[in-house]
C-alpha cells in the first residue's frame, strides 16, 4: 500500500522549494493549508487553487532531479523523503540545480 509518509517531506521543507523555485504547477501532491495533502491531477486543477498550494515532490521526482544533476550512489527507496528534500534544497542554494 502507498504510505504517503515515507514518499513526501514535510510541508516547512515543500514550502523552502517553492521558494526556491521549484516548479509548482505539474500535476501531483500539494500541500493545500486546510486540507492537508491534496492530489492536484493536472495545470488546469492547479491553476484554479494554486496560490494557496505548494507542490509536494515524491522520492521519485526529487531523486530523479539530484541523479540529473550529481552522481549519487543510492537509491531512492533506501532514503526518506525529508533528506532528499534537504539535499535538493542544498543544491538549488548552491545553484548546482536552476528552474526557469
Same mark, same amino acid.
Given at each position: 500500500?502507498?504510505?504517503?509518509?515515507?514518499?513526501?517531506?514535510?510541508?516547512?521543507?515543500?514550502?523552502?522549494?517553492?521558494?526556491?523555485?521549484?516548479?509548482?504547477?505539474?500535476? &501531483?501532491?500539494?500541500?493545500?493549508?486546510?486540507?492537508? #495533502?491534496? /492530489?492536484?491531477?493536472?495545470?488546469?486543477?492547479? !491553476?484554479? @487553487?494554486?496560490?494557496?498550494?505548494?507542490?509536494?515532490?515524491?522520492?521519485?521526482?526529487?531523486?530523479?532531479?539530484?541523479?540529473?544533476?550529481?552522481?549519487?550512489?543510492? &537509491?531512492?527507496?533506501?532514503?526518506?523523503?525529508?533528506? #532528499?528534500? /534537504?539535499?535538493?534544497?542544498?543544491?538549488?542554494? !548552491?545553484? @548546482?540545480?536552476?528552474?526557469?
Amino acid at each position: 500500500m502507498f504510505n504517503l509518509e515515507k514518499e513526501i517531506p514535510k510541508r516547512k521543507l515543500c514550502e523552502k522549494l517553492k521558494e526556491l523555485g521549484y516548479p509548482q504547477k505539474e500535476g &501531483g501532491f500539494y500541500w493545500h493549508p486546510d486540507l492537508g #495533502l491534496v /492530489l492536484v491531477p493536472n495545470e488546469k486543477i492547479y !491553476n484554479t @487553487y494554486g496560490n494557496l498550494l505548494t507542490k509536494a515532490p515524491t522520492c521519485v521526482e526529487m531523486y530523479s532531479l539530484i541523479r540529473s544533476y550529481s552522481h549519487c550512489s543510492y &537509491g531512492y527507496s533506501e532514503i526518506e523523503p525529508n533528506t #532528499l528534500a /534537504l539535499e535538493l534544497i542544498w543544491l538549488l542554494e !548552491n545553484e @548546482y540545480i536552476k528552474f526557469k
